[in-house]
Every structure is written in C-alpha cells, then in structure tokens.
C-alpha cells in the first residue's frame, strides 16, 4: 500500500492562531489526497479533496476559507486551519487512494485549541 | 443521502471466541467494501476488501458480502486482547475518486481475556 506521512501529530495553539498540517505520499506520486476530520466518538468525515495544481473542492458545510488547502506537488498537501477556535479541536487525517481502490492514511494531528 | 450504518456497540466477547461485525448501506450502486481498524488516537488501518459477493478470507479474518441484502460483515475469529479497537466499514461507488468513499460510524470491539 501507499505509504502517508502526516505532521505534526499532535498541536495545541491559542484561539485566534492559525495551524499548518502537513501530507505527504512518500513512494507515491498523488495527484488527489483527502482530508477528513473526526470528532470524538464520530466517524470520519470527508473535508474536502486536495488536487495537485489546482484549487481544492470542499465538501458541503465546510468552510474553504477557514481550511486552507494547498496542493503544489505530487507528494504534498497541506492544511491550514486559520483563526482556530477550540470548536476546531479534531483529529485531522489525509489519505491517498490508488485510483478506485482503498485509501492509505496518514497518522493522524491532534489538534487541541485553547 | 448515502449512508453506512454499524452498530456502535461496544461488542465485547471473551479471548479466542469470534467475533461478528455487521456493516450495511443504502447505495445499491456500491462497488467497493472494506473494513478497517482504529486504535484510539490513531487513524485507521485497512483490514479487508472486497468486491464481489462471497466470502474472502485474509488469516483470521473473513469478510462477507451479499449487495442483494446490500450488507456486508466482518468475522474474527480466535479474538485476541489486541483486536480491540473500533472497526470502521467504508463503501465506494461506481467510479469515481476516494471521494465517495462512505464511512460508517465505526463498531467498538472489545476481546476479553
């Protein structure tokens, strides 16, 4: 399977700041890689799907401009989530998936905002 | 709305018993099934795929399919300490990217020594 790096694997910041999450697909090339989210004790819900050189396509209620989505090579996406409030607190994961097959998960960022 | 229910459990059974993880969905034009492993705090692990009715087998997991009853189930057998975790089933449909890959809310197994 694909092999998905995700950093940094726990954040704490202040309310108001904003936080970078970093994917990356080390042995291979992604032109699409996802990002969810989990709240306690929920499922994972799909965000939005980062595509390499493009903008990225958000799913319905989530807001773009708040998660920044930045895809600028094949092994490469980042999330930014800007002016975090502790309602953002979540476990946020990428994936990559090998055409019409399974995804392949990163570990996964803790993200606690105070 | 494309939905992937499981009961949330917890299922607990004893150590070396089996244990049955029941996963059904609403999309009749579904293709592809899997099941996966989550630790708590960590992101999921694929256990199983499948793509045609039947029964796969991958050591001591069994992954079952029946698209007619539009229900697929994950069996363990020889439960041990460590297969407790949530299991997620996730379906995909027709084409397409990992987009339309639905996840359910996830299963809570719990082995007992």
């Known amino acids: 399977g694909a092999v998905v790096s995700q950093h940094p694997s726990w954040v704490i910041c202040k309310s108001g700041t904003s936080v970078k999450i970093e994917c990356r697909s080390l042995?291979?090339?992604?032109?699409?890689m996802f990002w969810y989210r989990q709240f306690p004790k929920q499922s994972l819900m799909l965000m939005a799907t980062?595509?390499?050189?493009?903008?990225?396509?958000?799913e319905q209620g989530v807001e773009k401009d708040k998660f920044l989505i930045n895809h600028a090579s094949l092994t490469l996406s980042t999330l930014t989530v800007t002016s975090a409030h502790p309602e953002d607190s979540s476990f946020y994961i990428c994936s990559v998936g090998r055409g019409n097959t399974e995804a392949f998960f990163g570990q996964g960022t803790r993200l606690t905002v105070v | 709305q494309k939905e992937v229910e499981q009961n949330s459990g917890p299922l607990s059974v004893p150590e070396g018993a089996i244990a049955s993880l029941n996963c059904t969905y609403s999309?009749?034009?579904?293709?592809?099934f899997f099941w996966y492993r989550q630790y708590s705090g960590k992101s999921p692990e694929l256990i199983m795929s499948i793509y045609s009715n039947g029964d796969k087998e991958d050591g001591r997991f069994t992954a079952q399919l029946n698209k007619a009853s539009q229900y697929v189930s994950l069996l363990i057998r020889d439960s041990q300490p460590s297969d407790s975790a949530t299991y997620l089933c996730?379906?995909?449909?027709?084409?397409?990217?990992?987009?339309?890959?639905?996840f359910g809310k996830g299963t809570k197994l719990s082995v007992k020594p």
């Open positions: 996730a379906v995909k449909g027709y084409g397409g990217s990992q987009g339309n890959l639905i």
């Open positions: 042995d291979f090339q992604a032109t699409t």
């Open positions: 980062s595509n390499e050189g493009s903008k990225a396509t958000y």
């Open positions: 999309d009749r034009g579904s293709q592809s």
